[in-house]
């Protein structure tokens, strides 16, 4: 991905100088979110149950790093931006809001409730803020072997795609069948929202790769080998040495990749809904 001497977001957030001290009293808090959400799992639902006990807000403001991990992540959601920026009122006659993007180191105090690093990055609906540790690409490479910046950028699309859901209501309808459904059914629709979710990644990719000398054919190998890494049959495999679809909350890594490719090679967001009516797009 050719990403270097273009457009950097003014929305990101630079919190890791401070470190693994921010969330003072979260300790506890911070467990429970673990134990439930294992890895990867962008934690929307599980979050929601905790509000952010008063007073565990960060006293200094961050001093941004000036490295090229921060270059990157500003440009990747610069790009994510301008696509859907433009995409979005075409696509849902709508104003898109563009979302925020904090880097942490550790621990972080999110608008919905205290994160671990451990549990990957995940979007918050409530200020619609993206959050991620960027550690967390060395364990994509060196465990999930799954390396590549353009891996790194699908993974952030991804968490936009959350975005996206979020402005259209949708992660809304999916959170309120917590509780009036089976665990098994608010599963399944929860693999929905992930497909969804990878979907609108693909979407974003191929409407990247109009501009000339951005992606090549490398790029995709990485975004797909990535999307599969991350499938809940292969960390479940790597986790617990067997694999319980039951438990599926974001999709197996074949579902995962076809419905990036499906966004990758459509480009059209419209499309998106298809994701929770059929199997086989
Ligand atoms: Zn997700």
């Given at each position: 991905m050719r990403w270097q001497g273009r457009r950097q977001s003014k929305n990101v957030e630079d919190r890791?100088?401070?470190?693994?001290?921010?969330?003072?009293?979260?300790g506890l808090l911070t467990l429970l979110i673990m134990g439930a959400a294992l890895?990867?799992?962008?934690l929307v639902p599980v979050l929601k149950l905790f509000e952010a006990p008063p007073g565990?807000?960060?006293?200094a403001p961050a001093k941004p790093i000036n490295d090229e991990m921060g270059a990157f992540l500003r440009t990747v959601v610069a790009d994510n931006e301008d696509v859907w920026a433009k995409l979005f009122p075409q696509a849902f006659n709508k104003r898109f809001a563009p979302a925020r993007l904090v880097m942490f180191t550790g621990r972080v105090q999110s608008g919905c409730g205290i994160a671990d690093a451990g549990a990957g990055p995940f979007y918050c609906p409530l200020d619609k803020t993206v959050y991620i540790d960027p550690t967390f690409y060395e364990e994509l490479k060196r465990r999930f072997g799954a390396p590549g910046d353009f891996a790194q950028a699908y993974v952030i699309a991804h968490e936009f795609g959350h975005h996206i859901q979020n402005q259209l209501g949708i992660s809304q309808q999916v959170q309120s069948l917590q509780g009036r459904v089976s665990q098994k059914e608010y599963n399944q629709a929860s693999v929905r929202l992930e497909l969804q979710a990878d979907f609108l990644a693909g979407v974003w990719a191929h409407h990247l790769a109009?501009?000339?000398?951005?992606?090549?054919e490398d790029d995709i190998r990485e975004a797909v080998n990535a999307a599969a890494a991350i499938g809940d049959d292969r960390i479940q495999k790597q986790t617990q040495g067997y694999v319980q679809p039951?438990?599926?909350?974001?999709?197996d890594s074949e579902q995962r990749v076809r419905w990036f490719m499906y966004g990758l090679k459509t480009?059209?967001?419209?499309?998106?809904q298809r994701a929770f009516e059929v199997d086989y797009p």
């Open positions: 890791r100088s401070l470190g693994r001290d921010v969330a003072v009293g979260g890895f990867f799992p962008d565990a807000r960060q006293a109009k501009y000339e000398g951005i992606l090549d039951e438990k599926f909350t974001h999709g480009g059209d967001p419209t499309l998106m």
